[in-house]
């Protein structure tokens, strides 16, 4: 299981931009699952206005966009 998940979409500038943030992070062994929410209309009412959005499959906690890499490892809770 993913330790994150980032609700995006491609040629979305703001989920590249999130991403970006992620990378550090993915380079150290973060596992970050990159979900399309065009492939669901759930995910697409639900994060639609939201994207780009990181979320924790074992909490349900999210956090949305802006945020930087200070703000992810405090969501992670991993040491900084």
């Known amino acids: 299981m993913p330790e994150c998940q ?3 979409t ?3 500038h703001l ?3 999130a991403e970006a ?3 550090p992070l993915a380079a150290q062994g973060l596992s970050i699952e990159l979900v399309d929410i065009a492939e669901s209309e759930q995910w ?3 994060y639609g ?3 780009p959005l990181l979320r924790r499959p074992d909490t349900g906690a999210e956090l949305g966009w802006p945020f930087d890499l ?3 490892l ?3 809770r991993v040491p900084g």
């Open 6 to 8: 980032l609700f995006g």
């Open 10 to 12: 491609p040629g979305c």
């Open 15 to 17: 989920c590249e931009q």
């Open 21 to 23: 943030v992620l990378m």
């Open 44 to 46: 697409v009412e639900a």
């Open 49 to 51: 206005l939201r994207i």
């Open 70 to 72: 200070q703000q992810v």
């Open 74 to 76: 405090a969501f992670l």
